[in-house]
């Protein structure tokens, strides 16, 4: 894959790499008029995805670049890092996208945990001044890291109490644990645990025991932009994968600002769509002006979508050409 790389802040780890011309004239040159960022998970960085090179593909076809960010908490670094400093970075990217590249306009799209940051970057800071606008929201694979761990960690857990003490006490960034080899024997301060396992945590958004109002209080801010939601079916960080499709469905009713019982009905009239190639909606806007919402379960699809690549580009293609569309009238 070509590209160019971007320093877009003076730490060590603020680059990004943006492939693909995002209709610029000329093929591809240094202007990026709009951005496809995407924002990878735990212990990931650039070209993590095995999706990467069909979704550069999907951007182009809808005049986008892809942006690939790395955050100081990409790789190791998110045993120490925050959602707010995450924010605070791609902040820093749109800033440079607009200043450096000429960007009009940006689509975040968050995998796993970085799907947590495209949803603070949103509640936080998109209307942040010289940043390139924001056009529209995708999470992809957004799950619990409070469920994940339970699960697969639950040592890591077991260390909350004290991780507690330590963030009452003022000691959050203490180390606590170096996390294990799966997760790259990252370092983990007191701060971060709390945030990745406690309930109602800063990190905990996609809980599948949250209740309907909880999920709003964290996506409902989610509900004046275009929203695509893409889940797999087989994702082995979900408690129960039978209950995917109503979780997703759940999401969306929160991140619409409405109760789950509305956004249903919304969702038979034409909204919504829970399986992998959904139809595609004519405008940026849904049915009462609301701005687009799709989502999207891809059937035996794992947590990164490895062997079901050419169906997240497809479903984010769709999504980036619909939400260029101009509103539909009437």
């Known amino acids: 894959m070509q590209g160019w790389l971007i320093r877009y802040g003076p730490g060590p780890a ?23 960022v995407l924002v990878a998970g735990l212990t990931d960085g650039l070209m993590a995805l095995p999706y990467v090179p069909q979704l550069e593909a999907a951007a182009e076809a809808a005049g986008y670049s892809l942006v690939q960010a790395q955050l100081s908490s990409s790789y190791q670094g998110w045993g120490v890092g925050c959602l707010d400093a995450d924010a605070e970075e791609i902040l820093a990217l749109a ?4 200043a450096e590249l000429g960007c009009e306009g940006m689509v975040v799209m968050g995998h796993s945990t970085g799907a947590q940051d495209a949803v603070r970057f949103c509640e936080r800071l ?26 697969f960690h639950p040592d890591l857990l077991a260390l909350l109490p004290e991780a507690r003490r330590a963030v009452a006490e003022g000691r959050g960034d203490q180390i606590i644990a170096r996390a294990p080899c799966d997760l790259g024997a990252a370092p983990l301060c007191a701060a971060r645990l709390v945030a990745l396992g406690e309930r109602l945590g800063d990190d905990d958004m996609f809980s599948t025991d949250l209740t309907p109002d909880e999920l709003r209080a964290r996506l409902g801010h989610l509900a004046p932009h275009p929203l695509l939601l893409i889940q797999s079916g087989a994702d082995e960080c979900v408690p129960r994968t039978e209950e995917i499709p109503k979780l997703g469905a759940r999401l969306i ?37 609301a701005p687009l919402r799709r989502h ?23 999504f980036l050409a619909a939400i260029k569309l101009p509103p539909a009238e009437g």
Request: charged share 15%.
């Open 14 to 36: 603020q680059l990004a790499f943006r492939s693909g011309s995002g209709g610029a004239s000329g093929g591809g040159g240094p202007r990026t008029p709009r951005a496809l």
């Open 95 to 98: 800033r440079h996208l607009a």
């Open 126 to 151: 998109q209307s942040a001044e010289g940043a390139a606008p924001l056009e529209g929201i995708i999470l992809q694979g957004p799950v619990s890291d409070r469920e994940w761990l339970a699960r």
């Open 253 to 289: 009713a929160a991140a619409s600002g409405k109760s789950e019982a509305s956004a249903a009905q919304s969702g038979a009239a034409g909204g919504a769509q829970s399986k992998a190639a959904a139809g595609k909606e004519p405008a940026a806007r849904g049915g009462g002006g």
């Open 296 to 318: 999207v379960v891809i059937p035996g699809a794992l947590h990164n979508a490895r062997g079901m690549e050419a169906e997240v580009a497809a479903a984010v293609g769709a």
